[in-house]
């Protein structure tokens, strides 16, 4: 239904498909036109379900599955059974995709096989099992053994022993959570946690190099029809010229090859691709006046009318009046667009409302404001303000990510051990809040924390009544 509309959406009369489906369906940047499959989308949302199952063991649906399916077993590696349901095998179906995105978190590191387990992710080979340093090794060795259990993090005088620089980089940038069980998490996003978007990438990659591995040959025209997309015309006139290159009209050549007879009427030889090369360049080479390297879309457009119009209504065309008539569309185009950019403009400098505004603490309280600072400075001033015996203290700052995932824990993954930390943070202070504000925000606040990047140093003044902390000074890291 989807390629008759694209075709042709006239009623009871079927349209020759130039291009079939799954190239369609193809992005973009690889000659497509972005469409969606449906059936891959359909394998992301199952995987979605998957991960649900797995990411959240006490929620109904992984309760009640457990209770039928994997009682004894765990859900990434039961199999489908004797007499499997539709929706248990259409959940199956949606974790085979997951497995492939899925990534080994360390906890407190007592199920993660150093050696044996692939926990470390590779940009290059995906993820793997760390580098072997040493001639000998322990096979058995888990990852618990180098954690650090006092500081909560990757013990370094361990990895040294034990593990290349590159992985010993990684894993610094990765620390344990060493509060709970190792579990899994989502690889290709940077939250670690599942999306639909990504879900959907990951099964049309899959499914596009078995079914159309020609996509990935080089070379290929796939770069002029990403840049077909970005030429200053009309839609409609973009995909005309992407037809052109992808050989999707109704031209004698293309007519004969499907077995429809049609008159050869002398076309040109040359390559297609070479001359929609040469038109997309033609405003980097300054040919002509200014307005003829943009023009050339609508000249096309306007030939192609004109021979419809010769062809089928016998209607001579005047070479003059093509011409005129592109070069007045393409006028009339840029003043269009000229006006909707004056109007944009306009309105970005309009005073947006409802904008926050910096309010005072409430009697008692302390404002902390940081600024373009990171986790450490978070902890610093969190034990600071413990170490003062300072009750009552909202720390503001431009966190959005970090302090979101304060809130949300459960929606951020990669930032656990960083949860954890602010956590054990705010525990030391009698009445602590987090606040996310933005920059404007920050500048009445009541107690600054500014981190002096150059120097490597971060100083912090005490305001309103409080006495100055000439001790309060720490290397920022």
């Not at 995105?101 to 692939?118: A, F, P």
């Not at 500048?443 to 002096?452: P, Y």
């Amino acid at each position: 239904m989807l390629v008759a509309f694209w075709w042709g959406t006239e009623d009871h009369h079927r349209k020759i498909h130039w291009v079939f489906w799954e190239r369609l369906c193809l992005p973009i940047d690889q000659g497509g036109m972005g469409f969606r499959d449906l059936e891959v989308f359909n394998q992301a949302m199952l995987a979605k379900q998957a991960w649900k199952v797995l990411s959240s063991p006490d929620c109904f649906l992984a309760s009640l599955l457990k209770s039928r399916c994997f009682l004894d077993g765990e859900f990434l590696y039961v199999s489908l059974g004797a007499r499997p349901s539709y929706a248990w095998c259409s959940l199956l179906y949606g974790r085979e995709l997951l497995m492939k995105g899925l990534r080994h978190k360390v906890g407190n590191g007592r199920q993660t096989r150093v050696w044996l387990d692939k926990w470390i992710a590779d940009l290059v080979e995906g993820l793997r099992a760390p580098w072997i340093k040493n001639a000998t090794f322990d096979v058995n060795l888990r990852a618990s053994a180098l954690i650090d259990l006092s500081t909560r993090k990757w013990n370094e005088g361990a990895l040294n022993e034990v593990f290349v620089p590159s992985d010993i980089e990684y894993l610094l940038r990765n620390q344990p959570v060493v509060s709970k069980e190792d579990f899994k998490v989502w690889n290709l996003t940077r939250s670690d946690q599942f999306s639909m978007k990504s879900a959907y990438q990951l099964a049309f990659s899959e499914k596009t190099k078995v079914t159309q591995p020609e996509t990935f040959n080089q070379p290929s025209v796939n770069s002029l029809k990403e840049k077909v997309w970005k030429v200053p015309t009309l839609p409609k006139i973009r995909v005309f010229v992407w037809k052109v290159l992808n050989g999707a009209l109704p031209v004698a050549d293309l007519l004969e090859s499907r077995g429809i007879p049609y008159p050869r009427l002398g076309f040109h030889e040359n390559s297609i691709s070479e001359n929609i090369s040469y038109l997309l360049h033609l405003r980097q080479d300054r040919v002509g006046d200014s307005s003829s390297p943009r023009m050339w879309s609508w000249l096309l457009w306007v030939i192609w009318k004109a021979r419809n119009e010769l062809l089928f209504k016998s209607i001579m065309p005047n070479p003059s009046n093509i011409l005129l008539r592109a070069k007045q569309e393409t006028e009339e185009w840029f003043e269009a667009q000229t006006v909707k950019e004056n109007l944009q403009l306009q309105l970005q400098f309009k005073p947006k409302k409802g904008k926050a505004r910096w309010k005072p603490p409430l009697p008692g309280w302390t404002m902390c404001s940081l600024d373009d600072a990171k986790l450490v400075v978070v902890l610093w001033s969190l034990e600071s303000m413990g170490s003062q015996r300072i009750s009552n203290v909202v720390v503001a700052g431009e966190f959005a990510e970090l302090f979101g995932a304060v809130e949300r824990s459960q929606a951020w993954p990669s930032f656990l051990h960083q949860i954890e930390e602010i956590k054990r943070g705010k525990d030391s202070i009698d009445g602590c809040q987090l606040l996310r504000v933005e920059r404007e925000v920050n500048k009445g606040a009541t107690f600054i924390a500014q981190s002096v990047t150059k120097l490597g140093l971060m100083r912090s003044y005490v305001q309103n009544g409080h006495p100055p902390c000439s001790g309060w000074v720490a290397e920022a890291v």
